[in-house]
């Protein structure tokens, strides 16, 4: 399915995710952000950016190593993104949703 995010017209799967990680760009994600409440800062991007370079590299993403990546720690990860830290994000990111979330 299509959806438009700042002007640009994303694909996207059933769950939200972007079908192509090559879509993505800051406008994308902010717009993505609101639909879960959240404004975007600096340190979100942060994230964001280790993900998409992280998912890049083929590494498998999960909590325990995001927190462990000195990107970010466990806690502020979930202040971040409190609704679902490595689901949420990775979905603003415009990466596919890691198989360790449900």
């Known amino acids: 399915m299509e959806k438009t ?4 017209t994303i694909n996207v799967n059933d769950e939200g995710y972007l079908t192509d990680m090559n879509q993505w760009n800051h406008d994308v994600a902010q717009e993505m ?6 404004e975007l800062g ?4 942060e994230v964001l950016e280790y993900l998409r370079d992280q998912q890049k590299k083929d590494v ?3 909590i325990r190593g995001v927190g462990k990546s000195g ?6 990860f979930y202040e971040l993104f409190p609704k ?3 689901k949420i994000s990775s979905k603003l990111a415009g990466i596919p949703k890691p ?3 449900i």
């Open 5 to 8: 995010y700042a002007g640009f």
């Open 33 to 38: 952000a609101k639909e879960e409440g959240l």
């Open 42 to 45: 600096n340190r979100h991007f």
């Open 60 to 62: 498998a993403l999960t």
């Open 71 to 76: 990107v970010v720690d466990i806690k502020e």
């Open 84 to 86: 679902g830290p490595l």
């Open 99 to 101: 198989k360790s979330c």
